[in-house]
């Protein structure tokens, strides 16, 4: 374990050219991060092809052994990653922030580790065998996002590592630092050259995804980067693991408890101040419960503090830029001109500084309003009014993107009935966002395609083939 100062200067380029990143909650400077180019993928692409072989050869149980020890490297610098990310993306130490997606990246490497793919045996008849085998890819190329930098760049390599695979990771350009530090972090137990992350722009990004060397792409992020990945890609016919937008909806049946869902549909809207690809982002409430939810829901938020993330106290941050506070401002003022009912929030401080956008809650909406109809991604939720669940459904589903999708109510068997309506790639009941490293997750419609976690995550990662005879 080294010390917070340490671990950044490690980071830190001695030369070529560096950029600074601000705090987005202060906007002072957190570090120097490097501005890697074209050159520096193809030196990270050469490195990974040539170490990627003997680490294949190691076979499962020794890469397993490695992410073991990674994931105790992560644990040994946990508190110095977490105040990084606080500082870079903006997300409190405390809640289901910073401190928490560091100890989910040490999980999900645990997993990636420990679950089991054996051969499968397809026929079996006395004349003919065929067994199902999963090879290394080769290289993989990760693309992440700013929102959750560390733990969704973890999603992508633990998998990929373990099934033999090297990995090039190009992290966003508003959270470099954050995935520098991890991989630093990690490398402390893997081969050198396995694990290289290179902190470009655009045209690093694009050369990655239309790399002859790369087998394949995850990206993590929009739909229209996604759609430009596709066609980058599509030369070299490369495999995809795409997890795009996403706008979820969540429906409360008139046999709810407003009370006691209130927490839950908080924390499923407003976890990481709203900047999470499958949190819920409009909420459709039956009129006999429309009032108490609304009033349950604002006495939660209310609540909440926002602030510093190096603060112990707070448990929303800021947004992570300037960009994104733009485009929640938009969507919350379009939702008040139509004259929706700001029920909390909508009144950001002009003279605070930092990116803060303060919780808001907007009832009495359309569904066809822009906050409802748009992807917000931030702390703005607007709740629908609905009388029929089957005008509910249809209203969950009307839109082009499919990630996620919650069904609140008191009655698990009529939760399932109507969650096995809605178009979306996961639908919780009585809950939203909560994902497992053991539970396979993806995107319906133009939210993204492929698997990630458990054993299906896995088998992503690999190259089917079929040994039969």
Known sequence: MET???????????????????????????????????EDLEAAIAAAAAAQPA???????????ALLKAADAVERSAEELARLLSREQGKPLNGPNARFEVGACA????????????????????????????????????????????????????PALRMGNAVVVKPSEYTPLSVLALAKVLNEELPEGLLTVVSGGRDVGARLAGHPAIGKVMFTGSTAT????????????KRLTLELGGNDA????????????????????????????????????????????????TGVAAAMPMGNGLDENNVL??????????????????????GARILLGGNPDPDQPGHFYPATLVAEIDNNNPLVAEEQFGPALPIIRYSDV???????????????????????????????????????INKHGAVDPRI??????????????????????GVPQVING
């Not at 680490?55 to 052994?65: E, I, N, P, T, Y």
């Not at 408890?257 to 039956?286: M, S």
């Not at 994104?324 to 401002?329: F, G, K, R, W």
């Not at 009307?398 to 109507?418: H, N, Q, T």
Request: net charge negative; glycine share 10%.
């Open 4 to 38: 917070y100062d340490a671990l950044l200067a490690s980071i830190t380029p001695d030369t070529g050219e560096t950029r600074t990143i601000l705090d987005p909650a202060t906007g002072e400077p957190v570090g120097e991060a490097p501005v890697h180019s074209v």
């Open 55 to 65: 680490w294949a050869a190691l076979g499962h149980d020794a890469r397993s052994a």
């Open 107 to 158: 999980a999900w490497l645990r997993v990636a580790a420990g679950t089991p793919l054996e051969a499968e045996v397809v026929v079996d008849d006395g004349e003919t065998r065929a067994e199902l085998h999963y090879r290394p890819i080769g290289v993989v190329g990760a693309i992440g996002p700013w929102n959750w930098p560390m733990m969704i760049t973890v999603w992508q390599i633990a």
């Open 226 to 237: 996604g759609k430009a990945i596709i066609r980058s890609s599509s030369d070299t016919v």
């Open 250 to 297: 969540g429906i409360v049946l008139p046999d709810a408890d407003p009370k006691a869902i209130a927490e839950g549909l908080f924390w499923g809207a407003f976890i990481n101040t709203g900047q999470t690809c499958a949190a819920l982002k409009r909420l459709y409430v039956h009129d006999s419960l429309y009032e108490a939810v609304c009033e349950e829901l």
């Open 317 to 338: 941050g800021p947004l992570q830029n300037r960009q994104q506070y733009e485009i929640v401002a938009r969507l919350v003022d379009a939702a008040r001109n139509s």
């Open 390 to 428: 089957d005008e509910a459904v249809t209203m969950a589903n009307a839109l082009d993107v499919g990630l996620g999708a919650s069904v609140w109510s008191s009655d698990p068997a009529r939760a399932r009935e109507i969650a096995a309506r809605l178009e979306a790639g996961t639908v919780w």
């Open 440 to 461: 396979p997750f993806g995107g319906a419609k133009q939210s993204g395609y492929g698997l990630e976690f458990g054993v299906e995550g896995l088998k992503a990662l």
